[in-house]
């Protein structure tokens, strides 16, 4: 499996960005999807996931009620929604993608290059 993030971009604080994550290759299978990030001297962290027919979404305290994901199995692209964004959200985004039947992945075996966002206060 291939993905290919994008939609990066700078952004003033409060505003939005879309990111875009199309899959290629084996996409048949059940592929759950995850966003993270990883800003300068931090450790990457978990932004979100979605099941792989999107009935499931999870997303941590940091970025709840801001961030939402949605995917398009037809077109084997998920988005990641980023609205009201703040200056420490700035980090460079990966999207990733994990075979599971059911719910969310806590490991993910496959990984996209980076796009970064940047948020300017």
């Known amino acids: 499996v291939q993905l290919q993030a994008s939609g990066g971009g700078l952004v003033q604080a409060g505003g939005s960005l879309r990111l875009s994550c199309a899959a290629s290759g084996r996409t048949e299978r059940n592929l759950a999807m995850g966003w993270f990030r990883q800003a300068p001297g931090k450790e990457r962290e978990f932004v979100g996931g979605?099941?792989?027919?999107?009935?499931?979404?999870y997303y941590p305290d940091s970025v709840k009620g801001r961030f939402t994901i949605s995917r398009d199995n037809a077109k084997n692209t998920v988005f990641l929604q980023m609205n009201s964004l703040k200056p420490e959200d700035t980090a460079i985004y990966y999207c990733?993608?994990?075979?599971?039947?059911?719910?969310?992945?806590?490991?993910?075996?496959?990984w996209g290059q980076g796009t970064q966002v940047t948020v300017s206060s």
């Open positions: 979605v099941s792989w027919n999107g009935g499931t979404t």
């Open positions: 990733a993608a994990e075979p599971k039947s059911l719910g969310i992945p806590i490991v993910y075996g496959y």
